[in-house]
C-alpha cells in the first residue's frame, strides 16, 4: 500500500510565482513527516521536517491531519529550487518515500 | 565525516551476472537502509538495519537480492543474477536512531544489459 502519495510528478512555475507541491500520506497514528529535495549532481538531503516548524530557504509545509497531507510551499520560487522533491513518513524508523515531483524554475 | 560512502558510483553488467554494491554508513549511526530509485517507482525502500540487525526485508523485490551488514560501519546488496528490470539508482542511508534524519550516500547507478 501507498503510504506517501506525491500526485503531480512533473510541476513547473516561473520565476516568483508560488510554488507547492502536493503530499498525502496514509498512516493512522501520529505521523513524522519530512521533504528531502535532491538537486543536480547531488546527494538526497533533509529539506526540513514538520516537528521543527521552520522555514527552510523559503520553503514551509504545514501538517494537516484532516486532510491528511503535508504540501511543500513557496511564496516566489527561485531558479536554484529547480529540483526533485520527495515527501517522506517515518513510520518506526522505517522511512518511505513517495515518487518524488520533479520542479523546475522557468527563469 | 564524508558521510555516507558508497561504491562502485556506476556498474555496467551483463544479464546474469552477480552485482554487489557496498555502503559505509556514517560513523555513530545505528540505522541503515538501502533504497531503490526509478522513474516510475520513486525511491523504494528494500531493507532496513537496525545496530547491525535486519528488521524488514520485505521490500526486497526477490530471492535474487540480498543484503548484509556483518559490522556497523560496512552493509553490501547483492543481486545474484542480475536482470535488466534491476537497472536503477541504489541509494544507501544511515540515521542515527532517533534523531530522524536521513543521510544518504550519493548512489550506485547500475545499467544491467
Known amino acids: 500500500a501507498q503510504r506517501v502519495t506525491q500526485p503531480e510528478k512533473l510541476l513547473s512555475v516561473f520565476k516568483g510565482a508560488p510554488v507547492e507541491l502536493k503530499c498525502n500520506y496514509s498512516?493512522?497514528?501520529?505521523?513524522?513527516l519530512f521533504w528531502y529535495v535532491q538537486y543536480s549532481r547531488q546527494r538526497l538531503q533533509l529539506l526540513l521536517r514538520h516537528i521543527s516548524r521552520e522555514s527552510i530557504k523559503g520553503f514551509t509545509a504545514d501538517l494537516n491531519k484532516g486532510e491528511t497531507s503535508f504540501h511543500l510551499k513557496k511564496p516566489f520560487a527561485q531558479e536554484e529550487d529547480s529540483a526533485m522533491y520527495y515527501c517522506a513518513l517515518e513510520m518506526g524508523n522505517q522511512f518511505y518515500f513517495g515518487t518524488g515531483t520533479s520542479l523546475t524554475v522557468i527563469p | 565525516d564524508a558521510g555516507v560512502i558508497q561504491s562502485p558510483r556506476h556498474e555496467v553488467t551483463e544479464m546474469g551476472q552477480e552485482v554487489t554494491l557496498r555502503c559505509k554508513p556514517i560513523?555513530?549511526?545505528?540505522?541503515l537502509f538501502w533504497y531503490r530509485q526509478t522513474m516510475m517507482r520513486g525511491l523504494e525502500l528494500l531493507i532496513y538495519f537496525n545496530n547491525n540487525v535486519p528488521i524488514d526485508d520485505s521490500g526486497m523485490p526477490e530471492d535474487r537480492f540480498s543484503a548484509k551488514m556483518p559490522n556497523a560501519s560496512f552493509s553490501t546488496l547483492k543481486i545474484q543474477p542480475s536482470e535488466p528490470r534491476d537497472s536503477a539508482v541504489y541509494f544507501c542511508?544511515?540515521?542515527?536512531?532517533?534523531?530522524?534524519?536521513?543521510?544518504f550516500g550519493e548512489g550506485s547507478r547500475l545499467t544491467v544489459l
Open positions: 498512516y493512522s497514528g501520529s505521523p513524522e
Open positions: 542511508a544511515s540515521s542515527l536512531y532517533p534523531t530522524g534524519e536521513l543521510f
Open positions: 560513523s555513530g549511526h545505528n540505522s
